[in-house]
């Protein structure tokens, strides 16, 4: 399976200001997803990250939001804009993979963001 | 709409036990079903499960599917506080084959 890694692992950030969240993986991919985890909540998908396209936004999710960039088929970041308290969250990405027949998800290690 | 349930939410039980996790699924067009850990943040992959009446099996985990109830079980048997952890259970959902619906997840506490 794929190594993914993304930085940072945590922040504290003041509500108003943005972030930015790296994740790169160790061999060239063609699906990448953003997911968020609300506390106590499942894996929502916020996007999926095209390589030279804008991104796929999931209902709920905006470009203005959660501007997305994917420069190449190892990586892409995921910016949280204009924060409130209600995007404290865990920021996942993943890559797809085929497995068998099938499809799997590989997930990097998350990044676990407190906005007060 | 597509659905993924899974029972119970939590539950705790004593190291040597032997546990049982369900996730029922509503989706148009099944491919897989996939069972995860998620222990601190990052979510761990256990298993894809494709075909009714397969089982999967890594060390003392499990999984079987059924395609005609639309649900599967994970079984955890002689259960380790190591296996204390969120698991989860998803499927891509109707019309695509790389996204994935999520389960809201059991959380499982082995105690001593």
């Known amino acids: 399976s794929a190594v993914i890694s993304q930085k940072p692992s945590r922040d504290i950030c003041q509500r108003g200001t943005s972030l930015t969240i790296q994740c790169q993986v160790d061999?060239?991919?063609?699906?990448m997803f953003w997911y968020r985890q609300q506390p106590g909540q499942s894996l929502t998908l916020i996007a999926t990250a095209n390589q030279g396209s804008e991104a796929t936004y999931e209902s709920g999710f905006v470009i203005d939001k959660f501007p997305i960039s994917r420069p190449n088929l190892t990586f892409s970041t995921l910016t949280v804009s204009n924060m409130s308290p209600e995007d404290s969250s865990i920021y996942l990405c993943?890559?797809?993979?085929?497995?068998?027949?099938?499809?799997?998800?590989?997930f990097g290690p998350g990044t676990r963001l407190l906005v007060l | 709409e597509d659905k993924v349930v899974q029972s119970p939410l939590s539950l705790v039980v004593h190291e040597g036990d032997t546990v049982t996790l369900n996730c029922s699924y509503e989706?148009?067009?099944?491919?897989?079903l996939l069972w995860y850990k998620q222990e601190k943040k990052a979510p761990t992959f256990l298993f894809m499960l494709t075909s009714s009446g397969i089982e999967k099996k890594s060390g003392r985990l499990s999984s079987i599917l059924d395609k005609k109830e639309l649900f599967s079980i994970l079984n955890i048997t002689a259960t380790q506080t190591g296996d204390s952890a969120v698991y989860l259970c998803a499927v891509p959902p109707s019309g695509t084959a790389s996204k994935l619906t999520f389960g809201t997840g059991t959380r499982l506490q082995v105690t001593l």
């Open positions: 061999s060239q991919v063609t699906m």
């Open positions: 989706v148009t067009n099944f491919r897989s």
């Open positions: 993943s890559v797809g993979a085929r497995q068998g027949t099938g499809e799997t998800q590989y």
